[in-house]
């Protein structure tokens, strides 16, 4: 029996064959949650691990306008591939994973991987081998669309003797829009995973192949991921990479060479980040990430459909995603026998609606304790009044956290209450049954923080505060500090659910300059003041605040 499972991403729908349940019999690092074959129950899977098990793939596309899907999709070895020279496409999709860097003029690579040691200095690791003969498909360097690789398999030796392997699945994703005559691919996605494994040998595992499956009205792109399901970070024919769980007081570093610069935010499963982005002539860019990875809760559970409440059944109606246990439970209007198992995204509204809501489902309680090493950019923006501050500057931040799930963007500015606001969620207990403490990094570009507040050069002062759902204090231990031209801030020890972390950032006035006492006192010079304007664009208006405000592109001064 086939089970389906469909991501909202291009709505990638993703074919999982059957596997035993032993949820009960393996160790927390290896845990997955398989799917019920009974009828008429619900399930929740706050893990997301299957979004780094996504393999390479180049996609022929044709989008027609108001369509949320595309009309048809094609799977190509190549640009030059018959499906991606038919008429009627008008776009290029990919997920391009890395091979290592062979020379030093390559770009969309990994030029390093290694381990932090005592002294500070660093141990690399031994690439030796990607999980795939050769490349899975052959991009364009010409039309920005690098090659797609396997994830690549690295070993790094301790001082005693001993080798560990490490699973690494790091790329880009992006889109070539032809109907915008567009001659280069926009990359619209960095990522990045690290795992340790060992590797386990049996003719039941397969890696995961690119595919186009119908959804809906239209098609999406999807893979198969029974090898997740069997505790597995990569697969490849009659081999599996087995998870094992990371030292969480070792610092990992990763080194990667890009094609297109990265641009806003880093976010994900980092403890103690630094990253380092440096820009080459040619505008590439070479990313380098240093952090510690973070033990992280996988919500999971499942609920008869007939006894859920009302607010969780209105968020899965008739072809809701997930995995299924075939397609007749994927188009079934039948909700009382359909068997259903949801996978939650980590970042979004939704998804910290969504995880609150099955909660006390739950018993508020961690099925398994996973460690990750994850960091990936972020979409979104700050709020109209600061993306002067942000927008086309480049790198501009890193958060990490060891939350389930939280808020899907960079941390929001409240300008009533000149504050960074973020929210995070995860169950208050572990699977041992242990309170569960949480954990968040803010690093902040410092002139990005003088541009939003209207600061001088002065040092900035900041103050984190961690409240609960319901508005009261949540001990956190913070850490705040202001070098090298970033502001970095970490919180840790609170309690969940979904508490909100705010940061407050201030700025002392400069003390005046002694001066001898025959000489006058000049006058003190006019404290500035932030100034706030009204721009219109058609019937939109919008409000502008800094210290000289203009408005963006498109609109007028009112």
């Given at each position: ?37 009974e ?6 899977n ?61 770009t ?60 690494l ?28 494994i ?39 024919s ?63 559970g499942?609920?008869?459909w ?14 809701a ?20 198992l ?121 103050k ?40 407050k ?54």
């Amino acid at each position: 029996m086939k089970r389906l499972r469909v991501i909202a991403l291009l709505s990638a729908l993703v074919i999982a064959l059957p596997v035993v349940a032993y949820a009960n019999t393996v160790p927390d690092e290896n845990f997955y949650p398989t799917v019920k074959q009974e009828a008429g129950w619900m399930g929740y899977n706050s893990d997301n691990s299957i979004e780094y098990s996504k393999p390479s793939g180049l996609f022929g596309v044709e989008q027609v306008s108001g369509g949320l899907m595309p009309k048809s999709m094609y799977v190509c070895n190549s640009l030059e591939s018959a499906d991606c020279l038919r008429p009627e496409i008008n776009g290029y999709a990919f997920n391009s994973v890395f091979a290592q860097c062979k020379v030093s003029t390559d770009t969309d690579c990994i030029e390093s991987f290694g381990i932090k040691n005592e002294d500070g200095s660093t141990k690399l690791a031994t690439f030796q081998r990607n999980w795939a003969n050769g490349a899975v498909y052959t991009g364009d360097k010409s039309k920005s669309i690098p090659n797609g690789y396997g994830a690549s398999s690295w070993t790094l030796t301790d001082s005693n003797g001993a080798t560990e392997t490490f699973a690494l699945v790091v790329g880009v994703n992006g889109y070539l829009d032809l109907r915008a005559n567009a001659t280069q691919a926009k990359y619209e996605a960095f990522f990045s995973a690290i795992q340790p494994i060992k590797e386990v040998l049996g003719s039941e595992y397969n890696g995961a192949v690119a595919q186009v499956t119908k959804r809906g009205e239209g098609y999406g792109p999807g893979w198969n991921t029974n090898f997740i399901e069997r505790g597995c970070q990569i697969a490849e024919s009659g081999k599996c990479g087995y998870r094992l769980p990371f030292d969480l007081e070792k610092t990992y570093t990763l080194k990667v060479r890009l094609g297109q610069p990265v641009q806003g935010w880093l976010h994900g499963r980092m403890k103690d980040a630094n990253v380092v982005m440096t820009t080459a002539a040619d505008n590439s860019q070479v990313v380098e990430i240093s952090a510690k990875p973070l033990s992280i809760p996988s919500v999971y559970g499942w609920v008869k459909w007939s006894e859920l409440p009302a607010p969780v059944k209105e968020l899965y109606p008739v072809g809701a995603g997930g995995t299924t246990r075939g397609y007749d439970d994927f188009v079934t209007t039948d909700l009382n026998s359909r068997t259903l198992l949801t996978k939650s995204n980590v970042a979004g509204d939704y998804a910290i609606k969504e995880m609150n809501l099955w909660l006390p489902l739950l018993n508020d309680k961690a099925a398994a304790m996973r460690t990750f090493w994850v960091a990936q950019t972020i979409r979104g923006e700050l709020p109209f009044e600061s993306q002067n501050c942000v927008r086309g500057k480049g790198f501009t931040g890193v958060i990490g956290t060891n939350a389930v799930v939280y808020s899907d963007g960079p941390p929001k500015f409240d300008k009533a209450e000149q504050s960074l606001n973020y929210t995070v969620g995860a169950s208050h207990l572990d699977s041992k049954g242990d309170l569960f403490k949480g954990y968040y990094q803010l690093n902040l570009r410092s002139d990005i923080a003088r541009c939003l507040y209207g600061f001088g050069s002065a040092p900035i002062q900041a103050k984190i505060e961690v409240s609960s759902s319901d508005g009261t204090p949540s001990v956190a231990t913070t850490v705040i500090s202001e070098r090298d031209g970033w502001l970095k801030m970490t919180a840790g020890g609170f309690t969940f659910s979904t508490p909100s972390i705010k940061v407050k950032l201030s700025q002392d006035a400069p003390a005046p300059a002694p001066s001898a006492s025959a000489t006058p006192t000049p006058a003190a010079k006019p404290v500035v003041k932030k100034i706030t304007i009204t721009c219109v664009k058609g019937k939109t208006s919008k409000k502008v605040t800094a210290i000289k405000p203009t408005c963006p592109t498109g609109y007028k001064k009112k």
